[in-house]
T-cell receptor, first 110, second 115 residues
Framework: TQLLEQSPQFLSIQEGENLTVYCNSS?????LQWYRQEPGEGPVLLVT?????EVKKLKRLTFQFGDARKDSSLHITAAQTGDTGLYLC??????????FGSGTKLNVKP | DTAVSQTPKYLVTQMGNDKSIKCEQN?????MYWYKQDSKKFLKIMFS???????INETVPNRFSPKSPDKAHLNLHINSLELGDSAVYFC??????????????FGDGTRLSIL
């Protein structure tokens, strides 16, 4: 059983479409990070959210931390082929340990 | 120029062998980590060192032994390799203490295949 479940596991969409990826847990986290990983490379940090209800925007990407700090979502507007990759959420607990989610593999077709 | 570098990038070896993976970071970070990513892309922390001192030691077989000669290096030695050890191993580093809201910078991974 994983602490952080992401959905969907796989997502294949056309360029220009919108999508949302979810990261859910029954545990409360002090903060949550989103990473993107491309084949053959390590994950790269996209954003850190700290406050319950916080919303952060990074160009076409919108990140939200749930009010109870148990879940988060990543919304991409007008997806581009360059958004293709594995999206990972990672939560930090009160003991300062990071737990990574199960991952969402996104494929944006031209 | 590379921030976190791991060697080797690929490692293919026989069951029962002993092997080491090296990691170096030139970011001046105090904290370094080893993660294992399985075939389903699940990334799980194995160890974390802060200023050469072991901070996190997850439930990992004692065949795995990390060594930090200085705060810029964290190597991983694995004894008596087993088939289940096949995975991609990532080294990462971050500023300040473990778990602070600092980004973790990852290497490109070492793909370990056990025959």
């Amino acid at each position: 059983t994983q602490l952080l479940e992401q959905s969907p596991q796989f997502l294949s969409i056309q360029e220009g479409e919108n999508l949302t990826v979810y990261c859910n847990s029954s545990s409360v986290f002090s903060s949550l990070q989103w990473y993107r990983q491309e084949p053959g490379e390590g994950p790269v940090l996209l954003v850190t959210v700290v406050t319950g209800g916080e919303v952060k925007k990074l160009k076409r990407l919108t990140f939200q931390f749930g009010d109870a700090r148990k879940d988060s979502s990543l919304h991409i507007t007008a997806a581009q082929t360059g958004d293709t990759g594995l999206y990972l959420c990672a939560g930090r607990d009160n003991f300062n340990k990071f737990y990574f989610g199960s991952g969402t593999k996104l494929n944006v077709k031209p | 120029d590379t921030a976190v570098s791991q060697t080797p990038k690929y490692l293919v070896t026989q069951m029962g062998n002993d092997k080491s993976i090296k990691c170096e970071q030139n970011l001046g970070h105090d904290t370094m980590y080893w993660y294992k990513q399985d075939s389903k892309k699940f990334l799980k922390i194995m160890f974390s060192y802060n200023n050469k001192e072991l901070i996190i030691n997850e439930t990992v077989p004692n065949r795995f032994s990390p060594k930090s000669p200085d705060k810029a290096h964290l190597n991983l030695h694995i004894n008596s390799l087993e088939l289940g050890d096949s995975a991609v191993y990532f080294c990462a580093s971050s500023r300040a203490g473990v778990g602070w809201n600092q980004p973790q910078h990852f290497g490109d991974g070492t793909r370990l295949s056990i025959l």
